[in-house]
């Protein structure tokens, strides 16, 4: 739950007093134009970057009074990746369990586990810093999850990785969900958010334009129309013709 949340940069306001409520067992979407304040929700929420105002709580706990209780129940997946590359896959996901206190035998049954989902089994014996784009952004992710927490924040999961492994992550997440497990995701991919997300959020300027169940939000019309509706409709593509002028 997230009660009243603010952050400025200065004189720019990111995050103008946002109000959301995520239901256990369920997968929240939030969406937004560029800039519109989700990261900045999402690392306030993780406990990445101190409120100016607010609360959050996570299972009952406040992140920010009570950081210990309330990131244990915490697997994020952070915007800007800073991993430590200089790990082989495999070291990674050790050290991830092995921070969160599990045994290295269960460490090593999960890590197999998620390879395979992860479709990375060739990849582990690689550094992470060789990785692709996507293999870093799935190897993440299993790394959020190998505590097997009871919420996910996921800061865009689906960028750069491939439509099979999407596919994967998925159906991973509908499983997570379905036991009880609950997914807290940003996305710029309307269908995405559209099809797997039980609720969503849209945010636009650092504040809550629509939030409910999918239904609620869509009201009959597409995620995308109503996104579009709420971030304040398309620009006309006029004015570029010097585009089409080829310069040589
Ligand atoms: N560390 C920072 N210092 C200064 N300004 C920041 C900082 N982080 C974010 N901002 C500003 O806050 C606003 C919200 O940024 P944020 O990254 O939360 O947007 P976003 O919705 O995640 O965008 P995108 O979809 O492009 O990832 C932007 O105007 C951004 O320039």
Not at 155 to 168: G, L, Q
Request: negative net charge.
């Amino acid at each position: 739950m997230i009660e009243q949340l603010r952050k400025s940069f200065g004189s720019v306001v990111a995050v103008a007093g946002i109000d959301l409520t995520v239901q256990a067992g369920s997968i929240f979407g939030i969406v937004g134009p560029n800039g519109a304040g989700k990261t900045t929700t999402l690392s306030m929420v993780t406990g990445l970057l101190r409120p100016d105002a607010g609360r959050i709580l996570v299972h009952g706990a406040d992140v920010w009074n009570d950081p210990v209780v309330a990131k244990r129940n915490m697997g994020v997946l952070p915007d800007r990746l800073r991993l430590f590359d200089r790990l082989t896959g495999a070291q990674l996901l050790h050290y991830s369990g092995v921070l969160r206190k599990l045994d290295r035998a269960t460490v090593r049954s999960r890590s197999s586990d998620l390879a395979v989902a992860f479709g990375m089994e060739d990849a582990l014996d690689r550094l992470v810093t060789d990785y692709s784009a996507g293999m870093m952004k799935k190897i993440a992710l299993a790394a959020a999850m190998i505590h097997s927490p009871r919420v996910l924040i996921l800061d865009e999961p689906f960028e750069a990785v491939d439509p099979v492994s999407a596919a994967n992550v998925i159906e991973i997440l509908q499983r997570y969900a379905e036991a009880g497990g609950t997914v807290v995701m940003s996305s710029h991919s309307m269908d995405l958010i559209q099809r797997i997300c039980d609720s969503v959020a849209i945010i636009v300027r650092g504040a809550v334009l629509a939030s409910g169940t999918m239904d609620e939000v869509r009201a009959g019309a597409t995620l995308e129309d109503r996104f579009v509706e709420l971030a304040g409709g398309r620009k006309a593509a006029e004015g570029m013709e010097w585009l089409h002028s080829f310069s040589d």
